[in-house]
């Protein structure tokens, strides 16, 4: 495929592709979103999506597109930009899903506290996701360009992901973009390792 007829562009705040980035972001963390919001996850994400300044936001959104249908997404944002998100969008869009969302967030928290761990300065991706057709064919690459290109003009000093342990193909195209393993965790002997964080100067 060309790459050239992948075009890029921002996300606009409505349910409908809300709808579109809740389905790639639940793919891209392995379904951790249906586990953390039950059963209308799908529906919780579009919902808050649509509300500005919290880390699930359109605002951090970019959607590539092939013939106008919606191909893949990358979601990502500043280090500032998250320390002044906000939960409050996704709490009230959960609704009577909250104590659910509530309950495993604290029984995953030492996870969920994983993102609060990027430094100042640092550009977090947080999730990048293509239509399995069109693997291997540059959507990708040319999303992990997109989110690049912002973190330069957002003048960060780093690229920073996390990455499941056992996702061996996408910490390949990491490893192919300049990206290097900072750490992994947990970090306790004799535990299986579920997530690598990699960066990459910029």
Not at 109 to 134: C, K, N, W
Request: aromatic share 8%.
């Amino acid at each position: 495929m060309d790459r050239h007829s992948i075009v890029l562009r921002a996300a606009n705040p409505t349910f409908d592709e809300g709808l579109v980035c809740a389905r790639y972001l639940d793919e891209a963390a392995e379904g951790f979103f249906r586990f953390w919001l039950g059963r209308r996850a799908v529906h919780i994400i579009a919902t808050a999506f649509a509300q500005p300044d919290h880390d699930l936001s359109y605002q951090n959104v970019t959607f590539a597109e092939r013939d106008n249908v919606i191909v893949g997404m990358v979601l990502g944002y500043t280090a500032e930009q998250h320390r002044r998100s906000s939960r409050e969008p996704l709490k009230r869009a959960a609704g009577r899903s909250n104590l659910q969302m509530r309950i495993v967030g604290m029984l995953f928290a030492p996870i969920m506290r994983i993102i609060d761990s990027i430094a100042d300065g640092d550009f977090y991706l947080q999730a990048i996701a293509v239509d399995r057709e069109l693997r291997g064919e540059g959507v990708g690459s040319t999303l992990i360009d997109s989110v690049e290109d912002r973190a330069v003009a957002s003048r960060s000093a780093r690229l920073v992901l996390d990455v499941s342990a056992k996702n061996e193909g996408a910490r390949r195209l990491y490893e192919r973009r300049g990206m290097t393993v900072e750490s992994e965790w947990p970090k306790f002997l004799f535990i299986p390792r579920i997530l690598v964080r990699m960066t990459r100067e910029l």
